[in-house]
């Protein structure tokens, strides 16, 4: 696979300024492959099986333009993720697979059987991706793929003044870790009820299992996938806020769901892409995830019984 036919490493230079057009067609991507399912199925209520599909089509025929229209080049790299994302991750492995006897048979008999399969055609796709990017010609270093620097400073954003001033992600990371496990409780427990009557050690080792694993599978597919693409575009705030809407966006249907879930899964990676930025690895984007993840799947097992 030509390398730049596809992806550009982050060991090129960044972009100093934005590149306004570039930007906003970039975000036009993120909003097309979007909304469309948010406005249909969240709030008209209609029957839409065929939209994974026609995000396959729609970023095929946006990568065909980028490669030959010479404007949209730069934006070659990002198209083309997101196809691999909605190609291999959303249609083969969590819609073909599922569907075949020999999964229906290995996970199809329990519940809990069937969650871990879920992460676990995740770990399938990200392995996939791997390759995609090394057949690219990307190094490691170039994806993030590495702990990182976990004392790193955490820098003011240019857009969002968070850290007010530079402070070490040892401590940065700590007091996310804290305000968003606290803000996932005070929303999920509420509103889902669960109760510690089924809590077990092995429903907690489960529940970090399935949480270790999906984890590492969006952190990989999400972000060390796609920030290459646009670090090389635009400078990195622009980058992150951009990797993190689609983020968020692509949750709405998440848990916890709606605007709620888009906001806080949105702020979760913008937090997980630039902690990749500044330490260099996915150490923290991952633990902090992981403390995500876990804290939602052991709510949702508690509040259906175990």
């Known amino acids: 696979m030509n390398q730049d036919a596809l992806v550009a490493p982050t060991s090129l230079s960044h972009t100093t300024e934005d590149n306004r057009p570039l930007l906003l067609a970039a975000w036009g991507i993120v909003l097309a492959i979007t909304l469309p399912e ?11 099986a065929w939209i994974t599909p026609a995000r396959i089509g729609l970023l095929a025929v946006l990568l065909a333009l980028t490669l030959v229209w010479r404007p949209l080049h730069p934006l070659r790299g990002f198209t083309g993720i997101l196809l ?5 991750e959303g249609w083969f492995f969590l819609t073909v697979l599922p569907q075949t006897g020999a999964y229906q048979a ?30 690219s010609g990307l190094k490691r270093r170039d994806f993030f793929l590495a702990v990182g620097d976990l004392k790193a400073r955490a820098e003011p954003d240019r857009f969002i003044r968070i850290p007010p001033r530079p402070e070490p992600w040892s401590i940065f990371g700590r007091n996310y870790a804290l305000i968003s496990v606290g803000l996932l409780l005070a929303f999920m427990v509420p509103a889902m009820q669960p109760t510690l009557s089924t809590l077990s050690a092995g429903l907690v080792l489960f529940a970090a299992l ?3 694993l999906n984890a590492f599978a969006e952190e990989f597919l999400y972000r060390s996938a796609l920030l290459p693409q646009v670090l090389s ?33 949105a702020v979760g ?11 260099r690895g996915m150490g923290w984007a991952w633990f902090l995830h992981f403390l995500a993840d876990f804290t ?5 097992f508690l509040a259906a019984g175990g």
């Open 38 to 48: 948010i406005l249909l199925r969240g709030f008209m209520q209609l029957d839409i």
């Open 269 to 279: 990676g913008w937090f997980f892409a630039k902690s990749m930025v500044e330490t």
């Open 210 to 212: 399935c949480a270790g």
């Open 233 to 265: 575009v635009f400078p990195p705030s622009s980058a992150i806020l951009l990797v993190a809407g689609w983020f968020g966006l692509g949750h709405f249907f998440g848990v916890p769901a709606g605007i709620t879930g888009v906001l806080i899964t």
């Open 296 to 300: 939602v799947y052991l709510i949702v």
């Open 84 to 88: 691999v994302i909605y190609g291999v």
């Open 106 to 135: 290995l996970f199809g008999g329990d519940t809990h059987l069937a969650f871990l399969g879920e992460r676990l055609l995740r770990i399938g796709a990200t392995i996939v991706m791997l390759l995609v990017l090394l057949v």
